[in-house]
């Protein structure tokens, strides 16, 4: 029986208060979205809202200028219908689901933490011990989420974000919610980082968690081998 995949993904498309677009980040969709159907994997996206989710305008460059994968995600009919119609999180078991992986996008800071249904679902795949994974803002979506004991299901854990550096950098580390790297400390991760805009990630147990745009073919491997469906990632974390 093939793998399933729940794809989490923000409805959210401005930045708060601020007129500024985002949305998800269209890379960090698309690659993971190819590696887990390419190995076989059956995948499903969901959201806060459901419906269509909202692409940053700032991931999509002019046809033929994007990474290869974006370009065959704008290209494939089945893949936009599902960014169309999404599923709605709440309504989904995600401890059916051999995976719950959260790719990122600004969007993800201002409705994936405030989501109940994204809590329940990250708490049920971790009570499960499901494969967790998530990319540059994705791990908004594990920030909520807490063990039968009452901790952060981040404590402890070895765990890699879009860096707090790589935010003022973008010049937005005043207009987000919460810092993500400073969140995670505070909820007793263990963060590591790499260099900013290089590609990172961090395997913990069945945690999965990678810094920026460039790191999501990485966060893809780590948790394909996670699945069995790929070799471990001889590389960074």
Excluded at 38 to 43: F, I, L, P, S
Excluded at 56 to 81: F, I, T, W
Excluded at 179 to 188: A, F, I, N, P
Excluded at 229 to 234: D, F, G, Q, V
């Amino acid at each position: 029986m093939a793998q399933r995949i729940l794809i989490i993904v923000t409805s959210n498309a401005r930045m708060g208060e601020h007129a500024k677009p985002t949305g998800l980040w269209a890379e960090e969709l698309a690659v993971p979205y190819y590696a887990l159907l390419d190995a076989g994997a059956e995948v499903e996206i969901a959201s806060p809202r459901g419906g269509q989710v909202p692409l940053d305008p700032g991931s999509l460059k002019p046809a033929g200028q994007n990474d290869p994968a974006v370009e065959r995600l704008l290209a494939d009919p089945v893949a936009m219908d599902r960014l169309a119609h999404s599923r709605v999180v709440a309504e989904l078991d995600a401890s059916r689901f051999d995976a719950v992986f959260f790719p990122g996008g600004h969007g993800t800071m201002w409705d994936l933490p405030l989501d109940a249904g994204v809590t329940r679902a990250v708490e049920a795949a971790f009570a499960a011990d499901k494969v967790i994974a998530a990319v540059c803002h994705g791990p908004a979506g594990l920030v909520t989420a807490r063990r039968p004991d009452g901790q952060s299901i981040l404590a402890g854990r070895r765990v890699n974000g879009f860096t707090d550096a790589e935010e003022a950098a973008a010049g937005l580390d005043q207009v987000v919610p919460f810092k993500l790297e400073s969140r995670m400390r505070e909820l007793g991760g263990r963060f590591e980082s790499g260099p900013l805009w290089q590609p990172y990630a961090v395997t913990d147990g069945r945690l999965v968690t990678g810094q920026n745009p460039a790191s999501s073919r990485l966060v893809a491997e780590h948790t394909l081998a996670l699945l069995g469906l790929a070799a471990a990632p001889a590389t960074a974390g």
